[in-house]
């Protein structure tokens, strides 16, 4: 209760400077009272402030303080995000997505510059389309000589359940994985590319010099080792694979995504309409044929095979 003796009515502010028995504010005279409130606590009628003016910007510089810290982490950490995937995902100025393919000739250059590691590694990649961990993780265990007709090398891991996959090996896969085997001792087990590394076998960062290296020296235009896989893919697309086939390859999870490397071209369409020519004019030719000189059978025959069609479909 105020020193006066007046009562604080309902829905009035109270006069600034007037005390109030309010243990929040620890003896402290506030400047402003926003609201109020009455409690009854026994017998006793105390009058609570609900926030006082200078509790209130105490209050707001604490929020203020806390949200700058949030918003200055929150802006460190996606500077920071941004600044990881830029250098992981190494898009070129301009580039959207790993649309680079490689032609055959830059990729003789390449090969021609590089190192034996880093050429062994960029012919696999480019003949099977494996993702550069993939590749990585091979080992002999993987590797089959007997199978298909040069061998077939296995995916175990990857980035989706569909990458787990065989894959065949190209004559120039099976020969580079087989040097690499005779200097191993034709081992059965371990890496195909072993490294002092935790993992035990190479990772992005053993290739990442010797790669950047190799494109100057070969003056090839910039792109990254993950762009073979997409060399690959795309070379398969254009051979006439359809996308089906294409994702079992690739080890896509989905069709849809290998339908970006299918492109139909002109003549792809030509020779599947041809294909499927036998099959919508075989009949006209054998009526054509049956009209010109066939026997009276053959033409009770057809017309029996028409009548029959056409019970079933009453």
């Known amino acids: 209760m105020p020193p006066n003796g007046s009562k604080i009515r309902r829905g009035e502010a109270p006069q600034v400077g007037v005390a109030c028995e309010n243990p929040l504010l620890d003896g402290k005279q506030p400047t402003s009272l926003l609201s109020t409130q009455k409690a009854h606590h026994g017998d006793r009628q105390v009058c609570f402030a609900a926030v006082a003016q200078e509790q209130w910007e105490l209050l707001q510089s604490g929020v203020l303080r806390v949200s700058l810290v949030m918003l200055v982490k929150s802006a460190s950490t996606m500077v920071s995000f941004s600044f990881s995937v830029s250098c992981f995902v190494e898009l070129l100025a301009g580039e959207r997505r790993r649309e680079r393919v490689v032609t055959p000739e830059e990729e003789s250059l390449y090969l021609a510059a590089g190192s034996s590691l880093l050429a062994s590694v960029a012919a696999v990649l480019v003949d099977t389309g494996l993702r550069p961990n993939e590749c990585h993780r091979l080992r002999w265990g993987d590797i089959t000589w007997a199978n298909g007709r040069h061998g077939t090398m296995l995916v175990t891991h990857g980035k989706t359940a569909a990458a787990r996959r065989v894959l065949p090996m190209t004559p120039r896969v099976r020969g580079i994985l087989e040097m690499r085997w005779e200097g191993a001792g034709r081992s059965a087990e371990g890496c195909v590319w072993p490294a002092p590394t935790r993992s035990g076998h190479i990772d992005h960062s053993s290739l990442k010099k010797q790669h950047a290296k190799t494109l100057k020296l070969s003056g090839v235009r910039p792109f990254v080792l993950y762009r073979l896989r997409h060399t690959f893919l795309t070379r398969l697309g254009e051979s006439g694979c359809d996308a089906w086939t294409l994702a079992r390859v690739a080890g896509h999870s989905s069709a849809a995504i290998s339908c970006r490397y299918v492109h139909s071209s002109e ?18 030719e054998n009526r054509d044929s049956s009209a010109g000189g066939g026997s009276a059978a053959g033409t009770a025959e057809e017309s029996g095979r028409y009548m029959v069609s056409a019970d079933l479909l009453l």
Do not use: P
């Open 267 to 284: 003549d792809l369409v030509l020779a599947a309409m041809s294909r499927l020519g036998g099959h919508n004019y075989g009949h006209t």
